[in-house]
């Protein structure tokens, strides 16, 4: 079992910066694909990025977000930079266990708003 907490959301105006943070509480830690996701309300739940080994990127944040994790410390970031209105939404962490392809335990969500 693992529990994630997200952190790190607000108010920003487009072209600010902002961290995320996705804190995970269980055991091996290390071994677990890890997502980020948003959703904006009525629509669905968006990919932004995945780090399991190596690293990816929805088109849209790409080259504007970057994914970091710390395994000692049981923690993932992700940080935006450049950020737009259309990045607003609820931010997810996700954790996908290893050799599963789906993502089995999920955060609560961390709100992010950027005004233009």
């Known amino acids: 079992q693992v529990q994630l907490v997200e952190s790190g959301g607000g108010l920003v105006q487009a072209g600010d910066s902002l961290r995320l943070s996705c804190v995970a509480s269980g055991s091996n830690f290390s071994s677990y694909g890890l997502g980020w996701f948003r959703q904006v309300p009525g629509k669905e739940r968006d990919f932004v990025g995945h780090?399991?080994?190596?690293?990816t990127y929805a088109d849209s944040v790409k080259g504007r977000f970057t994914i970091s994790r710390d395994d000692a410390k049981s923690t993932m970031w992700l940080q935006m930079t450049s950020l737009k209105p259309e990045d607003t939404g609820v931010y997810y962490c996700?954790?996908?266990?290893?050799?599963?392809?789906?993502?089995?335990?999920w955060g609560q969500g961390t709100q992010v708003t950027v005004s233009s």
């Open positions: 996700a954790a996908q266990p290893p050799g599963k392809a789906s993502y089995n335990y």
């Open positions: 780090t399991r080994g190596r690293t």
